[in-house]
């Protein structure tokens, strides 16, 4: 595809530039393993600009903006992103190698957080507080100031615009720090905002480095709350960073999510989410629900027709928009086929794969997505995060057992329980550890309405929904003694 912009600039205070040291990142097409194109190595001078130019905006013309004015800003963005959408996909598609109707469908999710938080950003409220004789006290909810965003490449749309959005809508600025693997997506929202009336500086874009750009942005005393979206080594050194500057952070660090299956389960409804859980986005999702926890009465029965749909499982080029796109880099290719061997040679059985398509390129980053039978919990491979096509099944006897092995893990991001039993529904959705807790589905569709967050080292604190408001406003007590 034709680009339609100059991907090497980066946004501050309104003003494309390259970046200040004038240096450049290659972008990948993991479906080749061709360069596209180059984006800006951002620098620590150039989130100083980005945080200054942050700072400006609070002042200007978008401090003085009701909430009304504010949200009408965010639909604006909202119909743009829909407007834009063909090449929103076409750009992830090829940036990241996620299949097109993936890339697309993340589009929407972009366009749906922005209307969700234009709708709501009028609709965030104090409250009085009934206190002594002689006084009146209420609450107000306050922007932080400038907010930090860093952003993975796993899905660049959704989650930028599930920060951003919120943000946004509670009168924040924002620097945002895309991955230096998925950038272009971003690149062209930030166009989209600016062309919908978002006012200069709102938002400021800065590409890079983690270790760089990153690492100086979470560092930076001009940024009031920081929200961070990736791998749980990163996400310690970002909460250190905030410690020092004594900022409120949100961490949102993966998971090892299980898919309960009882014997009473409507197997039939399950499966297009058990496969989900592990194939889309080519299992690349903090919520992915990669652990199947699989009761033994339909154990086998089950098994078998997961080994029919992987057997089925095409892999290809992101625009033959098939089952599987690539990993998004080399590096995590030869990540999830380590975890793949180790598995094997540790004498893990292999229940099924599925297959390279002849259309795949050699130096393209793809890796068969393969489904393992029998692990044991404690296994690496059911403990450990893979962030690739890789399922496991384990199974279990009891109710109890389902329950140990559901909160067996670091993480507790999300949990599928798939049963008819209303009253297990109810325990266990109490019982085990998550965010979190789908019953009779996994995921509700996305479900931009919907907080989300994890325990454990799945981080802390809520994104999405209405809740998430609360994390990106600071809450100012007034009590007033008028006697
Ligand atoms: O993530 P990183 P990576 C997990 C997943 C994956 C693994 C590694 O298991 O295999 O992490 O992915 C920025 N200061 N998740 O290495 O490094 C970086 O530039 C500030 C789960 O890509 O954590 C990027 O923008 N920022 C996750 C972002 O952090 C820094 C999604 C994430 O990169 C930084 C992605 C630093 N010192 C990966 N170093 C999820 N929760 O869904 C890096 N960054």
Known sequence: MTISFDTTQILIGGRWRAAGNGETIDVINPSTGEEVCKIGRGSAQDID???AAAEAALNGEWGKMSATERGRVLSNISVKIKENEDELAALESLDVGKPLKQARTDATAMARYLEFYGGSADKVMGHTIPYADGYTVYTLREPHGVTAHIVPWNYPMQIAGRCIGGALAMGNTCVLKPSEDACLSLLLFARIAEEAGLPKGVLNVVPGYGAEAGAALTAHTGVQHISFTGSVGVGKMVQKAAGENIVPVTLELGGKSPQ???????????????????IHNAGQTCSAGTRIVAQRGIYEKLIAAMTERYEALEVGPASDDLDVGPL???????????YIKYGVDDGLTVAAEGYLTANCPEKGSYVKPTLFRDVPYQHKLAQEEIFGPVQVVIPFDTEDEAIKIANGTEYGLVTGVWTKDGGRQMRMAKAVKAGQIFINNFGAGGGVELPFGGIGKSGFGREKGFEALYGFSVLKTVATNHG
Do not use: C
């Open 260 to 278: 309960i299956v009882f014997d009473d389960a409507d197997i039939e409804a399950a499966l297009p989410f058990l496969m989900g859980g592990g």
């Open 328 to 338: 998004v880099s080399e590096k995590q290719k030869n990540t999830v086929n380590d």
């Open 49 to 51: 600009d980005a945080v």
